[in-house]
């Protein structure tokens, strides 16, 4: 197995709330937090990239340093000429966020508009992370493309994880979301749910349901967060529960589930023990959720 972790979506501009009541200006997005705490708990010997688009204006450079400050390789990313980045302004009450957007012509939606460069990037990839954000901003005939790849790299031997992050407003409709994140569980290693959405949006009654949906579907591991409930974790005909130690004081949850998923990956990809990397994907998000904005910095690299 390549030691590659290649994340796959859409990085914005992220402007989020200050103690002082002001707004401060970022780079962040649910697959480029996985991206960004993956460097952070991978050893060097592994690579972290991320595969987007972006423009060819003074903030689409900026979100390219910014990337290669972090230590993200960026020779995966797509730059066209009439796109530019997305941007998302943060709302916070009681610790929980909400959202505004604009994205409607960001670049990334593009970003599996090209066969022949999806397919070099997934080849040369270990491990291929992406989101259902990164399948709802793609067409319906580049989502086919980004299946396609998908399948191709896994049988070259390349891992794929899946966070179904289901946020309907950015898809067509609830039916096509649901079948779409249902095809993509399929072609998956590792599917990593939080409960919330999938109650809200499939029906499922435990997180034992959602685990077996989709597992159902395909994939060969699912991974279920629930917040500061047990972790479920399953395999066909085995299931696992582990529960996280309790969080004192919640700031901000932004990109909990985010840093969840790296720390797991990043453990699961060199231990092989769920037990272990759960344990190391609670400690990551139980710190990030005791600070403001989706990138806590204090988190420097190893």
Not at 172 to 183: G, K
Not at 198 to 216: N, V
Not at 249 to 275: C, E, K, R, W
């Amino acid at each position: 197995m390549s030691k590659s972790f290649l994340a796959v979506g859409e990085c914005m501009v992220e402007m989020a709330p200050t103690a002082e009541g002001t707004y401060s200006m970022g780079f962040a997005g649910d697959t480029l937090n996985t991206a960004w705490y993956a460097r952070r708990a991978l050893p060097d010997s592994w690579t972290v990239s991320y595969l987007t688009g972006v423009g060819r204006d003074q903030i689409s450079d900026q979100m390219l340093e910014f990337l290669k400050s972090s230590n993200i390789n960026t020779d995966q990313i797509r730059k066209l000429d009439d796109r530019t980045v997305g941007l998302y302004m943060i709302q916070l009450k009681d610790g929980e966020r909400s959202f505004a957007y604009w994205r409607s012509q960001s670049a990334a939606r593009c970003l599996a508009s090209d066969p022949e460069h999806l397919a070099r990037a997934f080849g040369n990839a270990g491990l291929i992370y992406f989101s259902g954000i990164t399948l709802a901003i793609l067409s319906a005939k580049d989502r086919s493309a980004f299946m396609d790849a998908l399948k191709s790299a896994r049988v070259s031997g390349s891992k794929v994880a899946f966070d179904p992050n289901l946020r309907p407003r950015l898809w067509e409709n609830l039916e096509t979301m649901r079948s779409v994140v249902t095809e993509a569980a399929g072609h998956c290693d590792f599917v990593m749910p939080s409960f919330e959405d999938e109650l809200e949006h499939f029906g499922d009654a435990t997180p034992k349901d959602s685990a077996e949906r989709y597992l159902a579907a395909g994939a060969d591991m699912v991974v279920v967060k629930n917040g500061p409930e047990d972790v479920v974790c399953a395999r066909r005909g085995e299931h696992q529960s582990y529960t996280p130690q309790p969080v004192g004081s919640i700031v901000d949850t932004t990109a909990a589930g985010d840093s969840f998923n790296a720390a797991f990956l990043a453990d699961y990809l060199i231990s092989q023990d769920v037990a272990s990397s759960v344990e190391a994907g609670a400690k990551l998000a139980a710190t990030v959720i005791q600070h403001r904005g989706a990138l806590v910095k204090i988190l420097e690299p190893a």
